[in-house]
Structures are given as C-alpha cells and as structure tokens.
C-alpha cells in the first residue's frame, strides 16, 4: 500500500509526494530529518491536506505525477473536492498532524 499526500508548507506553497509509511514521511517532513525532502527542507510544513491510498508503487506513481501536473489553483480546487482520475482522498482528522509532531517530541524527550 502506498501513499499519495499533499502538504502545504508556511509560505503557502504545495508538495506532493509518494510513500509506504505516511507517519514516517510526516516526521521527516515536520523535523526536516536527512529523509526528508529537499524542498520541505527549505519550509516549514505546517499541514497534511489531501491524502490518498493506492495498492500498488505503481499506481502511486501515476497518481502523485498527475497531482503533480496540476496548476496550483487546481492543486487548490483539488484539496477542497479530493477526487482525481476516480481515485477519493481519505478524510485526515484535523489534530493528525499535532498528534505526529506531538508523538514525535515525546519521542525524543525521552531519548535525550
């Protein structure tokens, strides 16, 4: 199963990007961890606004390149009625992305 998300980074931009472990890529994201990428790297990324399921990388693939293809007022469009190509974003609770950074800072409280 791979994932499909758009987030939006603080100077209101879009990034789209394709993984396996969406938690995971949060954190890299949100810590601009050595995985994360070179765009986020360079923002803050303050939200996880679309989010899609795909079975296969494959699949993933073709979906976050059309994402990709998409002006940004469509990206916008996009967000607010999450369907493309047949495919519907998953509903993202609004406190997941407090509970990843919060998880996350528990996390490496206790490490240190």
Known sequence: MYYVYIVRCSDNSLYIGITNDIEKRMYAHIFKLKEAARYTKSREVVELVSLWITPSRSEGSKL??????????EKETLILNPIIDGAESIKIKPEYFEEIYLKRKNTLVKND
């Open 64 to 73: 976050e390149y059309r994402l990709k293809q998409l002006s940004k007022q």
